[in-house]
């Protein structure tokens, strides 16, 4: 009798609290968001203005309205003032190399590591993870002089070569091949399969994840970099985007709304790869039903 | 088909762990045998070995006469059934079973040909263009079975293919796999934990325990006459009635509690350290007046319908597997009859079968075995 009576009694306030709750992490959640959408707000919005306002509407919530006088103009000013799609064609094939050329050899490495019996394993991976933690620009000017020492100075190859084997990309795969059930390659070997066929034919299909992950990673590490192709190359021929923007501070009138635009144009292939490839990017091997 | 033959086998890791100890064991051609033994005491390390997944240290590994040591896994002609079925989660049914034929360079037809004479006897034909994550556990094991039986090896290996399905379905698929490996007489291997399993698979038996082949034998003859102290407390369930055994001064007795049970068959030597008895060694004591009597008091009792397991004091210093006296208020056991008229916290009139008695040495070894 006393049980119905209880229930009634707590349901209000049960109704009340968590919605209350609820809201309070929401709003905590868009404030997050908020933060980290403001600048990229901040640039769609600034680009459609007239480029005298960008700079004077920026301390207000002004930077978020497009207000009178928004338009594409500063999209077509792009095209007339600099070879954007020159700069945008380089940082696709130059990306789509390190991706296409660094999978599979990261893959292996990362395969290497995490399976295979080899004297001097343990040495190297201790080396890739030294490596994972030495910023980029502090092996820029050795690694410089080395490939000028080569000839290879303002080439596609000087841009693609050092960054196709990369220690982020060989550790996110040694991570996931560690975590795939190793009865699947026992199985194989059984079945027949030798070390190389297991892996393309067992391992692979099954590591999707893994492979979605570091395309979009190693697609991002080259994208937005400045310092090294400014240093190997010499002129637009073979400049990546990062380049391209650039050469707007050496345009005068300083253009911020033409900057702007081009930053929108340079984002845009990130976020299609990242919609393509973040499906799997998500998936876990748990979905792979290995277990009951 | 072929005979197996592990000759003083030997393998230890990296951390120095021994988990097969100068191991003999012969498999005959058709045969089903069974390792037995708890988690760790290498008994999927032997199946491994066999398999060809790890290299001993030392010793030699034989199959059909041929010694294998130095084949990689492809070349050894054996299958596998492993625990969590290693299904390729990405393929079919069908292409889980074709895939070991396309392995081995067979034609497209034959292989068409072969997974559906395979699919057919395990009634696998309504599943085949299913992927392993839209199967249930049971059809997932005969996935398994059939991925391993398609290439018709020579040698089965089955690491506990049993231990992920439901108490029912278990009970099911032994039965299957039982009958499968008599119509195929393909020489098999079988690791279990579960007696059950082992008692009721096997023609024979092995015990491992921590790298060490125990014993090896059929069911019956482990249950009957275990070698030593860890087959008999391993062996059956409940498990054996171990104690410390102390005789009468004329050797003629033994002594549990107050009650003397005299020594039918031959009188132990001085030898004998440990005894032991089944839980079936007691009857009610009005059912067997000619058998000694101990009266005790029930400490807990389990109705499991057909019989009832009366646990009591143990009368004799109990001791484990290592002929360790056991610490603390040990229990033996007795099988009664299901209808036995018997309540916990009770006292109860037993008596005492003597010529059911087990008797060991100081080193656990079994005497008159």
Excluded at chain 1, 207 to 221: G, M, R
Excluded at chain 1, 269 to 287: C, E, K, M, N, S
Excluded at chain 2, 344 to 366: C, I, N, S, T
Aim: aromatic share 10%; glycine share 10%; with cysteine.
């Amino acid at each position: 009798m006393s049980r119905p009576a209880r229930t009634a009694r707590a349901r209000p306030r049960g109704r009340w609290r968590r919605p209350a709750a609820v809201l309070l992490s929401y709003l905590a959640v868009t404030a997050c968001a908020a933060v980290f959408l403001a600048p990229i707000l901040f640039m769609a919005i600034g680009s459609l203005k007239p480029d005298a306002r960008v700079l004077a509407e920026a301390g207000g919530w002004h930077a978020f309205w497009p207000g009178a006088g928004a338009g594409l103009g500063n999209y077509g000013d792009v095209f007339r003032r600099v070879p954007f799609m020159h700069y945008l064609l380089n940082s696709l094939w130059i990306n789509g190399l390190i991706v296409v050329l660094g999978l599979p050899v990261n893959a292996f490495a990362g395969y290497a590591l995490a399976r295979l019996r080899w004297r001097g394993r343990e040495l190297a991976l201790a080396a890739v993870l030294a490596i994972l933690v030495i910023p980029f620009e502090a092996i820029a000017v050795p690694l410089f002089y080395e490939l000028t020492a080569l000839g290879m100075r303002d080439s596609y190859t000087v841009q693609v070569i050092p960054f196709i084997a990369n220690p982020l990309s060989i550790y996110l795969f040694y991570s996931f091949f560690l975590g795939l059930p190793r009865e699947l390659e026992e199985a194989a070997r059984i079945d027949g399969a030798g070390v190389l066929r297991t892996f393309l034919t067992i391992v692979v299909p099954n590591a999707k994840a893994a492979f979605a992950s570091v395309t979009i990673v190693s697609f991002l590490f080259y994208w937005g970099m400045y310092l090294w192709p400014l240093l190997v190359t010499g002129g637009p021929g073979v400049r990546p985007l990062p380049l391209g923007i650039a050469t707007f501070y050496t345009l005068p009138p300083l253009q911020w709304g033409d900057i702007l635009a081009f930053g929108m144009m340079m984002v845009a292939p990130v976020l299609v790869v990242f919609v393509i490839f973040q499906r799997w990017f998500v998936r876990g091997v748990a979905a792979t039903g290995l277990k009951g | 088909m072929a005979a197996v033959e592990l000759r003083n086998l030997e393998k230890a890791f990296a951390d120095g762990t021994r988990a097969i100890r100068d191991l003999t064991l012969e498999v005959a051609d058709g045969e089903l045998l069974v390792l037995l033994g708890p988690s760790g005491c290498g008994k999927s390390t032997l199946l491994r070995l066999l398999a060809g997944l790890e290299a001993p240290d030392g010793g030699e590994i034989r199959i059909g006469g041929r010694p294998v040591n130095a084949l990689g896994p492809r070349e050894r002609n054996v299958a596998m059934v492993f625990q969590n079925y290693a299904l390729y989660p990405h393929m079919s049914v069908r292409g889980n079973l074709e895939f070991p034929l396309r392995m081995r360079g067979m034609g497209r037809a034959a292989i068409a040909e072969r997974v559906e004479r395979t699919a057919r006897s395990l009634g696998l034909e309504p599943l085949l263009e299913r992927r392993p994550r839209a199967l249930s556990g049971g059809q997932r094991q005969r996935v398994a079975m059939g991925r391993a039986l398609v290439r018709e090896p020579e040698v089965f290996l089955m690491d506990e293919p049993l231990s992920n399905l439901d108490a029912k379905l278990r009970v099911e698929i032994r039965a299957e796999i039982a009958e499968l490996q008599r119509r195929l007489t393909t020489t098999t291997l079988y690791v279990t934990h579960d007696q059950v399993e082992a008692m009721t698979l096997g023609t024979r038996v092995a015990v491992l325990r921590e790298g060490v082949l125990q014993q090896v034998g059929p069911p019956q003859g482990l249950y009957e006459r275990p070698a030593n102290l860890f087959v008999a407390a391993f062996v059956g369930s409940p498990e054996m009635n171990l104690f410390r055994a102390a005789l009468t001064p004329d050797g003629a007795a033994l002594r549990l509690g107050p009650t003397s049970v005299p020594i039918a068959g031959p009188v132990p030597e001085a030898r004998a350290a440990f005894a032991g008895l089944r839980p079936e060694a007691f009857a009610p004591a009005e059912t067997r007046p000619d058998w000694p009597v101990l009266e005790v008091e029930v400490a807990a009792l389990e109705a499991l319908g057909h019989e009832r397991l009366a646990y009591f004091r143990s009368p004799a210093p109990a001791v484990d597997a290592d002929g360790r006296q056991r610490a603390g208020e040990a229990l033996m056991a007795a099988r009664l009859p299901g209808d036995c008229p018997v309540s916990a916290r009770a006292p109860l009139r037993l008596g005492v079968d003597a010529r059911a008695l087990h008797w060991f040495d100081a080193q656990g070894r079994a005497l008159f075995a």
